[in-house]
């Protein structure tokens, strides 16, 4: 018999990539997802149930029906200036509904939990690389957010047993490289899907925000990872959680920067496109250079990314793109 996993925002980018991984090793997936900004045809035909993980009487229903030996955290929002403009949204669906599925997880004996968690719980780094040491202080309500709900799994653990694993990303990229799924923002705030529509004539041109950063070509520096290779360090996650490993921490990047002018020559390089480029203003809380220490990933979870090389994530972002983007102008 199947394991059943229940992966909660599996229909939006990272959780969409998820359900794919989960199958593929042989798991048994249902999928929650409010489809607020996940799409239904991403689960690629896993079961999809329509519903908002804050309602205590749907997600406690779900819960006793499938009996999960797992849950899969991936329904938050994630866009730090709405977070600013809005922080009660976010306080809403990243902390209190999470509490609401904890609580039902409680309630059913389910007591196994990933949680899709940011380098943003950081805030303006004192060191790079940054480790899972390095301090906490979140600058702004996505962050914070974050953290909370890091938080409160840590009492969670502590009162009433509940194992958790919170793995930190840095920055999310790429596209499956079957083709098959891909990013698909609206609106749009990623760095290289939003070069990617200018390649491909979606946008008319890429904006650079800031050029005197203390970075060799003045613009901000960070370590972007393959969104396949992040489900991979869930699975095996996943794995240590259900083999009776204790609840842990890690941080997620492949522990090399790129600028945004790199990322945009790349880019230029993969879609053989030209990509103009304008230039803006300096955004309040972007810090100069945020690269991920993933060794206790790979020291204790063997993880082993996979695509890490920039021009590969590019090249499956890009065929996502040209797929994508294609239905998107018609």
């Not at 996940?38 to 009487?57: K, M, S, T």
């Not at 499956?176 to 200018?198: A, F, K, N, S």
């Not at 396949?228 to 522990?255: E, I, K, M, V, W």
Request: charged share 20%.
């Amino acid at each position: 018999m199947q394991t059943c996993i229940l992966v909660v925002g599996g229909a939006g980018y990272i959780g969409s990539h998820m359900v794919k991984q989960l199958r593929q090793a042989g798991y048994a997936v249902a999928v929650v997802d409010d489809l607020s900004s996940g799409r239904r045809e991403a689960v690629l035909g896993a079961p999809l149930h329509v519903g908002d993980i804050g309602d205590a009487g749907f997600v406690s229903a779900l819960l006793a029906q499938l009996r999960p030996a797992a849950v899969m955290h991936f329904a938050s929002f994630i866009q730090v200036g709405e977070s600013v403009a809005d922080p009660g949204k976010y306080y809403r669906n990243n902390v209190t509904a999470t509490q609401v599925l904890l609580d039902a997880m409680r309630a059913q004996g389910i007591d196994r939990f990933i949680f899709s968690s940011t380098a943003a719980i950081f805030g303006d780094p004192q060191y790079t690389p940054i480790d899972e040491a390095h301090p906490k202080a979140p600058i702004n309500p996505y962050g914070r957010s974050k953290w909370f709900v890091e938080q409160m799994l840590d009492d969670y653990d502590r009162a009433y047993g509940l194992k958790s694993v919170c793995l930190r990303y840095f920055n999310a990229a790429g596209a499956d490289p079957e083709g098959e799924l891909g990013e698909c923002h609206e609106p749009e705030t990623h760095l290289i899907p939003l070069i990617l529509q200018v390649a491909s004539g979606r946008r008319p041109h890429i904006t650079v925000y800031g050029e005197d950063y203390p970075t060799p070509d003045g613009t901000c520096i960070r370590d972007y990872i393959h969104v396949s290779d992040l489900c991979q360090a869930h699975l095996l996650a996943l794995q240590q959680l259900l083999a009776g490993g204790g609840s842990a921490r890690y941080n997620l990047g492949n522990g090399n920067g790129y600028s945004v002018r790199e990322v945009i020559a790349a880019a230029r390089r993969v879609s053989g496109h030209p990509i103009p480029v304008q230039t803006g203003p300096r955004r309040p809380g972007d810090p100069p250079v945020l690269v991920a220490d993933a060794r206790a990933a790979r020291q204790v979870l063997g993880w082993q990314p996979r695509h890490a090389d920039l021009d590969t994530i590019l090249a499956h972002a890009w065929a996502w793109e040209q797929r994508h983007g294609a239905w998107k102008r018609g």
